[in-house]
């Protein structure tokens, strides 16, 4: 048989499109896991517990040679890939092999038929959890559009493949055909399908997100964007909306509409008191928890156990959790929220942006990547600047992207909020983390429309407005220089951030309008002034 560009001899064994139940099985009789007490998958990833960001290539050919953002990608050569795809189609040709069709995309017109060819039983129940799943009748007609080969046991040669280190995750977008190769970190399947529709989607006008978004009683949406760690999982994860999908959707000129049909969180220091909904689906038969530490004899999950990764994740699809949209799609966003975890202390907890604002934010993409997201980081956060708030994702250019968004923003009145997830009080270190319920309270209020005819002052340094006051809120947490003990190390700090904000956006400059530019924050003198 064949399948896409990936050729498999008729006498291997291929398990096509088994459920959940069966690869459960498959699981346990293979020894890639174990099942925790409640009936979810428990498995490790070994040195991978997090994405391999640096071994991620894109292939440089004719058709992408100009679409691609390449200051911001690895370029592998045609010859190069075609080595690798023949030492795969040699590794896979005698191994067990599962293979998932799926589709990622709820809009039928946006949609794209995906296949997942995977060496591993969980890798294929992971991935069967995370994209949307066909019916019987559409599997029956089913045929590929973009195929991903994920093979964990293979090992790159750098020498021969062009790659840094044996771990590979190689993108031909031209081919539609992704090779992951030397990590058991399932999170890379998912990343590359999605890389895949950044690179698609602008093509048909439709903008790629990396969101969260939800839907209020009165049918109108939220979209929140952030990297991993900043709480899109989280915040949209409330029980008094609809949860619409919490990493990943696309906005195109009918509405929003999810990319996946399930949820993949953070699992670390989970709290069934402050997260029911994805503590109860994180104990549910086949959900996979991935580095998640379990009781030797009890198999109750130990979630405030760090010692196989900060990055322990949860994966389990969206039925599970109880408020979610059974269609994947909504009506025009009235609200987006971008997420950031300010380990500097800088930040308010939320702060209303113009369109312009809202733009230079979206590109610069300000936030402290968490500890374990990406192989190699430390223990603490770190600051940095990801465009579009998921850069490693966002193959063409971001002004590609912001323009898009800038746009639907427009032609749809949406209100922007900048929320701060991170630290008050002092950076990371002297600080504390911005309490839950204070973002929560702040949220319902933006999310409800109150918030927008609350008094609001303008920020000195980011020249955004900061509401004065909030009931149930302390109003000395909404000014960020008052929860400092020396104010004056709080302006050292602001103005070190500001500083950080033009010299990263300078690389945008000449490819928004001056508003765009001029929506930054003030450098030596306050916006004010």
Known sequence: MTIQLFPISKTDKIHRNLREADLVEHVIRRREGRLAASGAVVVETGQHTGRSAEDKYIVRDSTTADAIWWDNAKEMSEEQFDRLLSDFIDF??????????????????????????????WHALFIRHLLRRPGNE?????????????????????????????????????????????????????????????????????????????????GTSAVFFGLSGTGKTTLSADPSRELLGDDEHGWAD???????????????????????????????????????????????????????????????????????????????????????????????PIAKLTPSQAMYHFLSGFTAKVAGT??????????????????????????????LLRKLIADHNVDC??????????????GKRMPIAVTRALLDAALSGTLKSAQMRIDPVFGFEVPVALEGVDPKVLVPRDTWANPADYDAMAAKLALMFHENFAKYARYVDADVVAAGPAIGRSKAA
């Open 92 to 121: 896979a040709r005698h191994k067990e092999l599962f293979v998932e069709d799926l589709f990622a995309g709820a809009n039928p017109e946006h949609r794209l038929n995906t296949r997942i060819v995977t060496e591993y039983a």
């Open 138 to 218: 559409e599997l029956a007609h089913f045929v590929s559009e973009f195929t991903v080969v994920d093979l964990p046991g293979f090992r790159a040669a750098p020498h021969y493949h062009g790659t840094r280190t044996e771990t590979v995750i190689a993108c031909n977008f031209t081919k539609r055909l992704v090779l992951i190769g030397g990590t058991s970190y399932a999170g890379e399947i998912k990343k590359s399908v999605f890389s895949f529709l950044n690179y698609l989607l602008p093509q048909k006008n439709v903008m790629p997100m990396h969101c969260s978004a939800n839907v209020g009683k009165d």
């Open 254 to 348: 009918t509405g929003i509409f999810n990319f996946e049909g399930g949820c993949y969180a953070k699992t670390i220091r989970l709290s069934k008191s402050a997260e029911p909904a994805i503590w109860d689906a994180s104990n549910r038969f086949a959900t996979v928890l991935e580095n998640v530490v379990i009781d030797p004899e009890t198999r109750v999950p130990d979630f405030d156990d760090n010692r196989l990764a900060e990055n322990a994740r949860s994966a389990y699809p969206l039925e599970a959790i109880s408020n979610t949209s059974p269609t994947g799609v909504a009506d025009h966003p009235k609200n987006i929220v971008m997420l950031t975890a300010d380990a500097f202390g800088v930040l308010p």
């Open 374 to 403: 990406e192989k190699g980081m430390g223990s603490e956060p770190k600051p940095t600047f990801s465009t579009c708030f998921g850069a490693p994702f966002m193959p063409r250019h971001p002004s590609v992207y912001g323009n």
């Open 417 to 430: 909020w900048l929320v701060n997830t991170g630290w008050t009080g002092g950076k990371y270190g002297d």
